[in-house]
């Protein structure tokens, strides 16, 4: 699960992550991320940290896109769920209203 972190830079350390970024054709999150984690592995490398799994920024940006859209369909399905309750309910009160209708006219 991903987790929303927040931190201040200095202004000089944030013109290289944006450096970098450009180089790499990344967005300034996406570089953050593959600085942080090359960071770890050299950490690792040197005995400093284990090491950490192998992780792939845009594979788990497709799968949290492919969960907002599963999610979104849901939201669409229940909507309908919803209306077709509320059309069934309508027309089985219409129902009862005619069956219980007596006198000359049924």
Not at 7 to 16: I, K, N, Y
Not at 59 to 73: F, L, P, V
């Amino acid at each position: 699960m991903a987790l929303r972190l927040s931190f201040t830079l200095d202004s000089v350390l944030s013109e290289r992550i944006d450096q970098f970024a450009k180089k790499q054709e990344l967005d300034r999150n996406e570089a953050v991320l593959l600085l942080i984690e090359h960071g770890l592995d050299l950490a690792a490398e040197e005995g400093i940290l284990e090491p950490i799994r192998d992780r792939d920024y845009k594979k788990e940006a497709r799968m949290q896109k492919n969960i907002d859209s599963i999610t979104g369909g849901l939201d669409d399905l229940r909507k309908e769920v919803r209306s077709m309750h509320h059309l069934l309910n309508m027309s089985l009160k219409n129902t009862e209203k005619k069956t219980t209708r007596r006198g000359l006219f049924k």
